[in-house]
């Protein structure tokens, strides 16, 4: 078991530690844990950043091809609008999953997470309290 880039694992929608066990339950909806390494997938959280990723890229791509196509031949608007708009919808469709699964395996890779306050609790130096009842328990 070798692990995966997180680039391999993104476009295979696998898991991030083994490569194997399958990313997603449902179309967008993430496992709740790798089926072949048993890797807990409760750390992930891309919210909304393969949208952006997605939309963006696509949304670039498919306009330039427009706007080059639109220069060149000068189509009717009714064949721009009944090609563009389709084309954006499946382009974003198509990309949304291994995006999402390439951004989960950066999280995984970079051990990203939520922010916490650990180092400022009561235990931390520098004369920080932020729960004064827990300090005075000490
Ligand atoms: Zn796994």
Known sequence: ???PTSLE???RCRCPRCGEGPLFAGFLTMAPSCE??????SFA????GPAFFAMTGVGILVIAVWAWWAVVASPPIWLQILLVFPALIA????VLRPVK?????EQYIHKAEQGRFASLGVHGEGGFAIDRRKAAER
């Open 36 to 41: 072949s390494c048993g890797l807990d997938f």
């Open 45 to 48: 959280d891309p919210a909304d």
């Open 101 to 105: 699964a390439w951004i989960v395996a």
């Open 91 to 94: 382009g974003c469709l198509a």
């Open 1 to 3: 078991m070798t692990a």
């Open 9 to 11: 694992a993104g476009l």
